[in-house]
């Protein structure tokens, strides 16, 4: 029951999947690229979307296209905020986002809810 | 576009592009290429684009979000009665968990475009964009979009409302917000429904339950109200009649608003929006 539910990739997940590879398949066009060998993401944990899900997801909105082999990596951001209050930045959890410094509640997220293609590894075509 | 001249790189990314550029070689001699884009941007293009729809049609779009069964269509049905003759209203129904969701507000003698999402667990810019269709906007103060019960990824998608309105049952945890924060951080209202059952749940805290909300860093507004009693729903009407003035106001002066917080790529095109609003429309004389 777990594992079935862990393998089969989030709906939610299977749909960003499917705007990354627009934008992949729109950059390796622009590119002449033959083919993305990385795909690099930023991925905070207030996104909403879970990475592993993600990964998960990925070779199937992936198959047939110019990204089919590739890597897909993820990196983690970390939460941090800014208090609005006294200043500080401190880092913060998921669900504790306030000021480490002075305790108050007003805060602004500076990183982690990031959603984020941030780079493309390819093989130009006449590089082939 | 904006990628390139690196306006929507905000500072918690802008070491990704500092120094090397954004094209360099790799060891391996293959190409690497920086993009910095929000992997949801084509979804957030067609929600300003229906954002802007409602603008030029000055009508105030919601999007209701909670758990299934939390009431949301119990309230809008409430909703439609109180403001009868005073705002009209139309909705998008896009929860299945009940089946008849549009027929219960048709019942109430307003539009209803019912979303069939099939299997997916949320409502996304372009779902709405066709629902979109099957209205007349021009008969339309407050649109409605009662999103899928599920308070995990309808707050991933922009949809091209103003504002999000997020249920809060008294028949489920106060610490709700707490569990799903990146739900409840995406709320500009939180509503605590059902509260004429807090008598029988004496485990419910509306204060804690606005506590875990604070510690979101969210200044949103918390009423507690009960659609069965009528308990707590002036507080409500009132908070759409002033956001539907000050829509009105913001629509006739040229401006827009989007929910208080959203994920960075949505955040990003913002940026990106207003950017080309000032190349295009509000360039100076002699800047080129
Ligand atoms: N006691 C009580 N029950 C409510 C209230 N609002 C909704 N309900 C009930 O909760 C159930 C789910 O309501 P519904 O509006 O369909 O929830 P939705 O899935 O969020 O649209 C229905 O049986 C409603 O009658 C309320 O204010 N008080
Ligand atoms: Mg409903
Ligand atoms: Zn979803
Ligand atoms: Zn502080």
Not at chain 1, 100 to 110: K, N, P, S
Not at chain 2, 149 to 170: E, I, K, M
Not at chain 2, 174 to 197: H, T
Request: hydrophobic residues 40%; charged residues 25%; aromatic residues 2%.
């Amino acid at each position: 029951m777990r594992c079935s539910t862990r393998n089969a990739p989030g709906v939610h997940e299977l749909a960003v999947c499917q705007g990354l590879m627009t934008q992949v398949e729109q950059i390796a066009r622009r590119e002449h690229a033959a083919r993305v060998t990385r795909i690099l993401l930023r991925i905070g944990p207030l996104s909403g979307v879970e990475p592993q899900l993600l990964s998960d997801a990925f070779p199937i909105a992936a198959a047939g296209s110019v990204a089919a082999d590739a890597e897909l990596a993820i990196e983690p951001q970390p939460i941090r905020v800014r208090c609005l209050t006294c200043g500080e930045e401190s880092a913060a959890s998921t669900n504790r986002l306030v000021c480490g410094a002075c305790g108050d509640y007003r805060t602004q997220l500076l990183s982690g809810d990031e959603l984020l293609l941030a780079s493309l590894e390819l093989e130009r075509r006449d590089n082939v | 576009m904006c990628d390139t001249c690196g306006c929507n790189v905000t500072d918690a990314n802008r070491h990704l592009i500092e120094g090397d550029g954004r094209l360099a070689q790799t060891e391996s001699g293959r190409d690497a290429i920086s993009v910095l884009q929000g992997l949801l941007s084509e979804n957030d293009r067609l929600a300003a684009h229906n954002r802007e729809h409602f603008d030029s049609h000055r009508v105030l779009a919601l999007n209701l979000m909670s758990s299934p069964g939390s009431g949301k269509t119990r309230l809008l049905e409430e909703t439609i009665g109180a403001l009868s003759g005073e705002l009209r209203i139309a909705v998008i129904e896009g929860d299945l968990e009940t089946e008849n969701d549009a027929q219960r507000i048709r019942d109430k003698g307003v539009a209803a475009v019912q979303i069939t999402t099939g299997t997916a667990c949320h409502l996304d810019a372009h779902m709405v964009h066709d629902a979109l269709h099957a209205l007349d906007l021009d008969q339309v103060d407050i649109l409605f979009i009662e999103n899928v019960g599920n308070l995990v990824c309808p707050a991933s998608f922009d949809l091209g409302q103003h504002r999000n309105v997020t249920l809060l049952s008294v028949t489920e945890g106060d610490d709700k917000p707490a569990k799903y924060p990146v739900m409840f951080r995406a709320a500009d209202l939180m509503l605590i429904s059902k509260s004429d059952l807090l008598a029988v749940l004496d485990d419910f805290s509306p204060d804690k339950a606005q506590r875990h909300l604070r510690e979101l860093a969210s200044t949103a507004p918390v009423h507690t109200l009960s659609a069965r009693s009528g308990e707590g729903m002036q507080a409500w009407l009132d908070w759409l009649r002033s956001e539907h003035s000050a829509a009105k106001d913001r629509a006739a002066h040229g401006q827009t608003l989007r929910p208080a917080i959203q994920p960075d790529g949505q955040r990003l095109h913002t940026h990106e929006h207003t950017h080309q609003h000032a190349h295009h429309g509000h360039g100076r004389p002699g800047h080129d």
